[in-house]
């Protein structure tokens, strides 16, 4: 089982930024995709980034939905076992509940579909 709790969310005037964490216990491992999605108030849930390795690299890529491009940058941290989200130049379009995943991967094609969700955290950026 692998525990996932995001934090950092918060209110926000557009063009600011700020920087969600998630942090993960349980049976992780360097090679688990982990990502982000968010959902806003009537719609779908959307993916929004993930960084992904295949097993034996050394380094990571980072895959993002259009919308963000440019502006929100996803890392991580093995050694403290924790994701990151930096999110510069918000938009009000960009609030929404931000959700940490993970899921047991090989590929760096991010995988679809995610085992393991965090409870979620709230970004509000006001115009």
């Known amino acids: 089982q692998v525990q996932l709790v995001e934090s950092g969310g918060g209110l926000v005037q557009a063009g600011g930024s700020l920087r969600l964490s998630c942090a993960a216990s349980?049976?992780?491992?360097?090679?688990?995709?982990m990502g982000w999605f968010r959902q806003a108030p009537g719609k779908e849930r959307e993916f929004v980034a993930a960084i992904t390795r295949r097993p034996g690299w050394i380094g990571y890529m980072p895959t993002y939905v259009d919308s963000v491009k440019g502006r929100f940058t996803i890392s991580r941290d093995n050694a403290k076992n924790t994701l990151y989200l930096q999110m510069n130049s918000l938009k009000p379009e960009d609030t929404a509940v931000y959700y940490c995943?993970?899921?047991?991967?090989?590929?760096?094609?991010?995988?679809?579909?995610?085992?393991?969700w965090g409870q979620g955290t709230q970004v509000t950026v006001s115009s």
């Open positions: 349980g049976r992780t491992s360097a090679t688990y995709a």
């Open positions: 995943v993970a899921k047991e991967w090989g590929d760096l094609t991010p995988p679809i579909e995610y085992d393991y």
